[in-house]
C-alpha cells in the first residue's frame, strides 16, 4: 500500500495532476479523505492493514503550532500556514517546506537529498 507520504510527493511534484492548482486547502481536503477511506476501507475489511497515522499528523500539527508560536487549540495546521501565507500557492510550499522540517527531526527527509 502507498503511504500518505509517497502520495504526497506525487502531488509536490504534479499538483495539477491531482488538485488541479497548487493550493493549500485543496491539498488539506485531500488528506482528510484520504484519511476517511482509509477508515472506510477498515470499516468494511477488518483484515486490511491501514498505516497508523493518526499520531503522525497531530505530532506534525503540534510542530507547525511550535514553529508559528502559536498556543493548540481548535486551528489544524492548514490553516495556520494560509494565515501566514500572501496566497494559496505560497501556502501550498510552505506546508511542505514545514512538512520536510518535521520529518528531518524524525530522521527522514520530504526532498530527496
Known amino acids: 500500500m502507498v503511504s500518505l507520504i509517497d502520495l504526497l510527493k506525487k502531488i509536490y511534484d504534479k499538483p495539477g495532476l491531482y488538485l488541479s492548482v497548487k493550493s493549500l486547502?485543496?491539498?488539506t481536503h485531500f488528506i482528510c479523505g484520504y484519511g476517511?477511506?482509509?477508515?472506510?476501507?477498515?470499516?468494511?475489511?477488518?483484515?486490511?492493514?491501514?498505516?497508523?497515522?493518526?499520531?503522525?499528523?497531530?505530532?506534525?500539527?503540534?510542530?507547525?503550532?511550535?514553529?508559528?508560536?502559536?498556543?493548540?487549540?481548535?486551528?489544524r495546521e492548514g490553516t495556520l500556514i494560509a494565515k501566514y501565507c500572501?496566497?494559496?500557492?505560497?501556502?501550498?510550499?510552505?506546508?511542505?517546506?514545514?512538512?520536510?522540517?518535521?520529518?528531518?527531526?524524525?530522521?527522514?527527509?520530504?526532498f530527496e537529498e
Open 25 to 27: 486547502p485543496l491539498l
Open 36 to 75: 476517511l477511506g482509509e477508515l472506510s476501507c477498515k470499516d468494511r475489511y477488518p483484515n486490511i492493514t491501514i498505516s497508523d497515522d493518526t499520531r503522525f499528523w497531530r505530532d506534525f500539527n503540534r510542530f507547525v503550532h511550535l514553529y508559528y508560536k502559536c498556543e493548540m487549540g481548535a486551528m
Open 86 to 110: 500572501d496566497s494559496d500557492e505560497e501556502a501550498f510550499d510552505k506546508y511542505f517546506e514545514l512538512l520536510d522540517m518535521f520529518l528531518k527531526q524524525r530522521g527522514e527527509s520530504f
